[in-house]
C-alpha cells in the first residue's frame, strides 16, 4: 500500500538519485509504470526537504510511508507519517500533500479551484481540501481508525512558497486538523504542528504495521451517513417485483449470516428491469443494518453518475461507489456484501498496464469479486456484453462459483421499466437484431406505452429529438462505433467525427472534464449540454433518457431480410484484433451494441440507418406515426 517505507534519518543519508532510483523501482514493481520526469523531479526536491523539517523537529525515528496508495482507489498520498501521540501513546498520523508552488490564485474567484502559474492542466484543486480528502477516506475505511477520532491530521506543505501573500488565496477555505497549510516561510509553525501530533523520540514502526496491515471497510459511521442518504432519494423508490427481489436477497444475505456460510446471489433482467435500483436500495439497507457493503460497476460512466446521484447532499457516500479491478488485494470475505452493478461486464482478469508484477497472476477478476464478500450479489443483463474479454454471465458465473463449492441463488426479473414499461418493444428489438434463437423480425404494432419511429436523414433525426426537448423531455443521439474519435483540438473543441453526408456532429467529450457546453464523459447521459454530441455504447449503457435517437452505422445493415454484420466498416479499437475477437463473437457483440443502444429510451425510438436499403426495410417494419 505505499512505495517507499523509510524514516527521515534513512533519508537524510541518501542521495535524492538514490532515493528516486528506490521509488522508481519500487512504482515499476507496483504498477508496471515508470514515473515521468515531473514526478521524479517532486520526489528529488520535496522528500529531502521534509526529512530535513523531521529532523529539524526532533521527529527523525518517526515512519515516511511515501507515495501511500488509499485502498479501493487508484489515489496516492504523498506522504503519511506514522508515529505516536506525545499525550495519548495512541497511534498517530499525519497525511502530508507535499506541494512545490511559490504561488497559487483562486480560479475565477473559486478559492475551491486555483490557478498555479507555469503549471498546465488548467486549474488544481486547494491542497488543503485535497489533504483533508485524503484523512476523510483513512477515516472511513482503513477500520483500524474507526474508532479513533483523533488519529489523523493532515497537512499541505508548499515549502518553495517562501511569500505568503502570493498562496493566500488557499486560506479561503476553512482549515482544520486534517486540513491545514503551511509554507516555507511558516517552518517553525508546521514543525510545532507537528509535535502536537507525533511524539519525539518514539519511533513509528509499530504504528506503520497498524495502518498498512489495516482491514479495509466502510466504517459504522461511513455506513449510516450512506444509509440515510440512499434510503430517502426518491429517484430509488422501488415498483412491484423489484422489492421482492430486494426482499430476497436481503433474505439470503440473513441465511447466509445465521448459518455462518458464503452465498453468491445473481440477479438477471433485461434493460429498464430495475436492476440498478435494486442494488442501491440493497446498499442502504445493508448499510442501515450496520454490515459492511459496498457498490461496484466495471463503468467509470455509471460508477461517476452514481456517485453524482448517491452522493449529492452527503459526498463522503461517494466513497462507497468502486469498480470491479478495486478489488485485488482485497480480505477474504472482507465486507459483508459487494453488490456489482451491471455485472455483465465482469471482465476475465483486472489487470492491466498498470498492474505491478506480483498480481499478473491470471487470476480471474469473477474470483476477486466472489472472494471480497460473504455475500457477493451480481446484477446482470446477458444481452449486454458487448465488449471482449467481458464474460458477466450467469453461466459464468454460476459454473465459477460452483468450482468453489459455493452455493448460487438465481433471482430472475420479469417485469420492464424502461421503455415505458412495454415488454413488447424489448422482445421486438431482440427479435429485430437476431437475438431471440430462431425467431425471425417481426413488424412493430403501435403501443401507446412506446413509440417508435423512422427518419430519412440525421438532419431529421435531430429535428425530430429537438422538439422533444423544446417540449421538456430529455434526449440523447447515440451511434454505433462507425467513425473515428479524435481527441479534442489544443483549444478544447471536440472534432465533428461523425460525419454523414452534410451533417457533421462530435462524439461526446472523451476526457472527465467539461469542454465548453460539453459535460464530461461519464456524464454524457445526465448532464445538460449531451445532447450537441454522439454518444456511444460506452457512455450510453446503463443510462436512459426519454427520447432515444439511434443511428445505425453501416456495420450492422440488412440484407435479405435480416440483418448482418461488416466487420470492415467498425471502427471500435477494441474489435481490430480477429486473434482476441473472432467474426462470430464479433457479430454477437455488435448486436448486443445496437440491443443497449436501442433500448435506452423511456418514452420513444427515433431510428436512422446510414443505408438506403436498411432504411426501407425498417420502414416496411415499422409503421409511420398518425
Not at 171 to 192: C, I, K, M, N, Y
Not at 266 to 282: C, M, Q, R
Request: hydrophobic fraction near 40%; charge should be neutral; glycine fraction near 8%.
Amino acid at each position: 500500500m505505499t512505495l517507499l517505507r523509510t524514516t527521515a534519518t534513512d533519508v537524510r543519508f541518501s542521495q535524492p538519485d538514490s532515493l528516486v532510483e528506490q521509488l522508481l523501482e519500487q512504482m515499476v514493481f507496483a504498477t508496471g509504470r515508470r514515473a515521468g520526469p515531473r514526478e521524479q523531479n517532486s520526489w528529488r526536491r520535496s522528500l529531502p526537504t521534509l526529512a530535513d523539517d523531521l529532523r529539524d523537529a526532533g521527529l527523525a525515528d518517526v515512519e515516511m510511508l511515501i507515495e501511500y496508495h488509499m485502498p479501493l482507489t487508484s489515489q496516492r498520498a504523498d506522504v503519511v507519517l506514522a508515529g505516536v501521540h506525545p499525550e495519548t501513546g495512541a497511534p498517530s498520523y499525519v497525511v502530508v500533500e507535499l506541494k512545490q508552488w511559490t504561488a497559487a490564485y483562486a480560479f475565477e474567484d473559486s478559492s475551491e479551484l486555483v490557478d498555479v502559474p507555469g503549471m498546465p492542466g488548467g486549474p488544481k484543486l486547494n491542497p488543503i481540501n485535497q489533504v483533508r480528502g485524503y484523512c476523510d477516506y483513512l477515516a472511513d475505511f482503513a477500520r483500524v481508525l474507526e474508532d479513533q477520532p483523533d488519529s489523523l491530521a493532515g497537512v499541505a506543505y508548499l515549502h518553495n512558497a517562501t511569500d505568503p501573500s502570493l498562496v493566500a488565496d488557499l486560506r479561503g477555505v476553512p482549515v482544520s486538523t486534517r486540513g491545514q497549510l503551511f509554507t516555507a516561510a511558516e517552518r517553525g509553525r508546521f514543525h510545532d504542528f507537528l509535535r502536537t501530533r507525533l511524539a519525539a523520540g518514539v519511533a513509528g514502526k509499530t504504528s506503520a504495521d497498524l495502518l498498512l496491515n489495516s482491514h479495509v471497510a466502510p466504517s459504522r459511521q461511513l455506513l449510516k451517513v450512506a444509509a440515510d442518504e440512499v434510503k430517502h432519494r426518491s429517484q430509488f423508490q422501488l415498483l412491484g417485483n423489484q422489492q421482492l427481489a430486494v426482499d430476497l436477497v436481503l433474505h439470503q444475505v440473513e441465511q447466509s449470516r445465521r448459518s455462518n456460510s458464503k452465498r453468491v446471489i445473481v440477479v438477471t433482467g433485461g434493460p429498464g428491469s430495475g436492476k440498478s435500483v435494486i442494488a442501491l436500495e440493497l446498499l442502504g439497507e445493508i448499510a442501515r443494518q450496520g454490515r459492511s457493503v459496498l457498490h461496484a460497476t466495471g463503468s467509470r460512466s455509471f460508477t461517476q453518475t452514481l456517485r453524482k446521484v448517491a452522493g449529492y447532499r452527503a459526498p463522503r457516500v461517494q466513497k462507497m461507489f468502486a469498480y470491479f479491478n478495486s478489488f485485488m488485494t482485497a480480505e477474504t470475505n472482507g465486507l459483508d456484501v459487494l453488490i456489482m452493478d451491471e455485472a455483465h461486464r465482469v471482465r476475465e482478469t483486472s489487470v492491466d498496464r498498470y498492474t505491478k508484477a506480483e498480481l499478473r497472476t491470471g487470476r480471474p477478476q469473477v474470483d476477486e469479486l466472489i472472494s471480497a464478500a460473504r455475500v457477493p450479489v451480481f446484477l446482470l443483463d446477458e444481452h449486454q456484453v458487448v465488449r471482449p474479454g467481458e464474460m458477466g454471465s450467469l453461466e459464468q458465473i454460476t459454473a465459477y462459483a460452483k468450482s468453489l463449492g459455493l452455493e448460487v441463488v438465481h433471482i430472475p426479473l420479469e417485469s420492464q421499466f424502461r421503455c415505458g414499461g412495454s415488454e413488447e418493444y424489448v422482445r421486438w428489438v431482440q427479435r429485430l437484431l437476431g437475438l431471440a434463437g430462431p425467431a425471425a423480425p417481426n413488424p412493430w404494432s403501435p403501443d401507446p406505452q412506446f413509440q417508435v419511429e423512422v427518419v430519412d436523414s440525421p438532419w431529421d433525426l435531430e429535428r425530430r429529438l429537438q422538439t422533444k426537448l423544446d417540449d421538456g423531455y430529455s434526449a440523447r443521439m447515440a451511434a454505433g462505433y462507425c467513425w473515428p474519435w479524435s481527441k479534442p483540438t489544443p483549444d478544447g473543441q471536440l472534432v465533428p467525427d461523425v460525419q454523414i453526408g452534410d451533417w457533421h456532429r462530435p462524439w461526446n467529450s472523451p476526457v472527465n472534464r467539461r469542454l465548453g457546453d460539453a459535460p464530461p464523459a461519464a456524464l454524457w447521459a445526465t448532464q445538460d449540454g449531451g445532447f450537441g454530441q454522439v454518444g456511444c455504447v460506452y457512455t450510453a449503457q446503463g443510462f436512459e433518457y426519454d427520447w432515444s435517437g439511434v443511428i445505425l452505422g453501416p456495420d450492422l445493415v440488412w440484407r435479405d431480410g435480416r440483418f448482418v454484420t461488416v466487420r470492415g466498416a467498425n471502427k471500435d479499437p477494441d474489435f481490430r484484433n480477429r486473434t482476441k475477437v473472432s467474426d462470430l463473437r464479433f457479430d454477437l457483440l455488435l448486436r448486443h451494441v445496437y440491443k443497449v443502444l436501442l433500448t435506452r429510451g423511456m418514452v420513444g425510438t427515433v431510428i436512422y440507418s446510414t443505408d438506403p436499403e436498411t432504411r426501407e426495410a425498417l420502414r416496411s417494419l415499422i409503421p409511420a406515426p398518425e
